[in-house]
């Protein structure tokens, strides 16, 4: 299971951290992200840290402001998010699955969802 927390309302440019906290054995062998789905839009991938190297991908629209770590020892993920916009709010979702191209190409796919997590950015 995992469950999203860390979403809240803040001012343009300010700052969040999310955390996707996940429970059982095997969660350092899985890739984590986040996805996000504001009102009337369909749900978009945000990023992805893989299990092996803790490789990182990012969606063009986040990069160079938010940061996706994991804590494999607190079988948690983060989403550092840095300067954000009025264009990030949304609803935030965590997944979790192996790596594979689902992440971007058929994210509906993936085995584990957590219960998202709102971020409203006021301008």
């Known amino acids: 299971q995992l469950q999203a927390s860390g979403g809240g309302l803040v001012q343009a440019g300010g700052s969040l951290r999310l955390s996707c906290a996940a429970s059982g054995r095997f969660f350092s062998s899985y890739a984590v992200g986040w996805f996000r789905q504001a009102p009337g839009k369909e749900r978009e991938f945000v990023a992805v840290?893989?299990?092996?190297?803790?490789?990182?991908y990012y969606a063009d629209s986040v990069k160079g402001r938010f940061t996706i770590s994991r804590d494999n020892a607190k079988n948690t993920v983060y989403l550092q998010m840095n300067n954000l916009e009025p264009e990030d709010t949304a609803v935030y979702y965590c997944a979790a699955d192996s790596w594979s191209n689902h992440w971007f190409k058929r994210p509906g796919l993936l085995d584990y969802w957590g219960q998202g997590t709102q971020v409203t950015v006021s301008s």
């Open positions: 840290v893989r299990s092996t190297g803790g490789t990182t």
